[in-house]
């Protein structure tokens, strides 16, 4: 074949010229003449495609002339592949908002400060692991200190290591409130007093966060309507993060309500 594939070749035009006479109601003889042009295209396609056409058919369609038939065969239409340069960033943001949802669902928990966030991006994940790392020594240390023997301690509180040489004045201000315990690490815990009654354990989180790393949270509740009855304690596990609490948020506005927070004491 000379032509390439795909080209479209026509031969000669052929014109027909057709004659019809016939007679009108009135019985006049009309005679109507119409030339009809012919030109045969033919087009150069491969030899894939055109060994196709000599294939022998079978079934229903054993009789039907080569080429498609509309009895048998369906011809679909055309679809063209379009990549779409931006696909990638929209699976990336999709499954940035699907994280996003996640977060404000609130169903992701910190394990360390309880927060709506994932642990690895925790921004006080550092005191946490410093505060772990030293009451585990605490302990230790405690584990092989002679300081006490046995019938010593009977009928006597548990004492911190870090405050057996200090004297009662002082050890007077550290907390025992009710979300302290003598089983776990030494904590410093403040008592705040003034709070609205909308107030919650959240709310509370959020306001003293900004102080360092929370060990443990008490809001006091009415049983009957669950709201705030005014007072809470928060506890940290250093004394210095304690004394920044009280610093920033004593006598602090909130909810239109003045704060007034202290360590809390011994009953």
Same mark, same amino acid.
């Given at each position: 074949? &000379? %032509? @390439?594939?795909?080209?479209? #070749?026509? #031969? =000669?035009?052929?014109?027909?010229?057709?004659?019809?006479?016939?007679?009108?109601? +009135?019985?006049?003889?009309?005679?109507?003449? $119409?030339?009809?042009? /012919?030109?045969?295209?033919?087009?150069?396609?491969?030899?894939?495609? %055109?060994?196709?056409?000599? !294939?022998?058919?079978?079934?229903? @369609?054993?009789?039907?002339? =080569?080429?498609?038939?509309?009895?048998?065969?369906?011809?679909?239409?055309?679809?063209?592949?379009?990549? %779409?340069?931006?696909?990638?960033?929209?699976?990336?943001?999709?499954?940035?908002?699907?994280?996003?949802?996640?977060?404000?669902?609130?169903?992701?928990?910190? *394990?360390?400060?309880?927060? #709506?966030? !994932?642990?690895?991006?925790?921004?006080?994940?550092? *005191?946490f692991v410093?505060?772990?790392?030293?009451?585990?020594?605490?302990?230790?240390?405690?584990? /092989?200190?002679?300081?006490?023997? @046995?019938?010593?301690?009977?009928? *006597?509180?548990? +004492? %911190?290591?870090?405050? $057996?040489? /200090?004297?009662?004045?002082?050890?007077?201000?550290?907390?025992? &409130? =009710?979300?302290?315990?003598?089983?776990? =690490?030494?904590?410093?815990?403040? $008592?705040?007093?003034?709070? &609205?009654?909308?107030?919650?354990?959240?709310?509370?989180?959020?306001?003293?966060?900004?102080?360092?790393t929370i060990? *443990?949270?008490?809001? &006091?509740?009415?049983? @009957?309507?669950?709201?705030?009855?005014?007072?809470?304690?928060? #506890?940290?596990?250093?004394?210095?993060?304690?004394?920044?609490?009280?610093?920033?948020?004593?006598?602090?506005?909130?909810?239109?309500?003045?704060? /007034?927070?202290?360590?809390?004491?011994y009953n």
């Amino acid at each position: 074949m &000379s %032509a @390439a594939l795909g080209e479209m #070749s026509s #031969s =000669p035009v052929i014109i027909e010229t057709l004659t019809e006479e016939r007679i009108d109601d +009135v019985g006049r003889k009309v005679i109507t003449k $119409r030339k009809i042009q /012919k030109k045969l295209v033919v087009n150069q396609v491969s030899e894939i495609i %055109a060994s196709r056409r000599s !294939w022998t058919k079978f079934g229903e @369609a054993r009789s039907h002339p =080569p080429g498609p038939n509309t009895k048998t065969t369906l011809l679909g239409e055309p679809v063209f592949l379009y990549l %779409a340069a931006g696909k990638d960033f929209e699976l990336e943001e999709s499954g940035q908002s699907t994280i996003l949802k996640l977060e404000q669902s609130k169903s992701i928990t910190c *394990r360390y400060c309880e927060g #709506s966030h !994932w642990t690895r991006q925790c921004p006080y994940k550092d *005191r946490f692991v410093e505060a772990a790392e030293d009451s585990k020594s605490s302990i230790d240390s405690t584990a /092989k200190s002679p300081a006490f023997t @046995a019938p010593e301690l009977a009928g *006597r509180k548990y +004492v %911190a290591p870090s405050l $057996r040489s /200090k004297d009662s004045s002082s050890s007077s201000h550290i907390a025992s &409130s =009710p979300c302290s315990s003598s089983s776990g =690490p030494e904590v410093y815990t403040v $008592r705040v007093t003034n709070l &609205s009654e909308n107030t919650t354990e959240n709310d509370l989180r959020e306001l003293f966060l900004c102080a360092g790393t929370i060990s *443990r949270l008490y809001l &006091s509740k009415d049983p @009957a309507t669950n709201l705030c009855k005014g007072y809470a304690f928060v #506890s940290f596990y250093k004394k210095s993060d304690a004394d920044q609490a009280i610093a920033m948020i004593n006598n602090h506005g909130y909810d239109n309500l003045i704060l /007034k927070v202290e360590f809390a004491k011994y009953n």
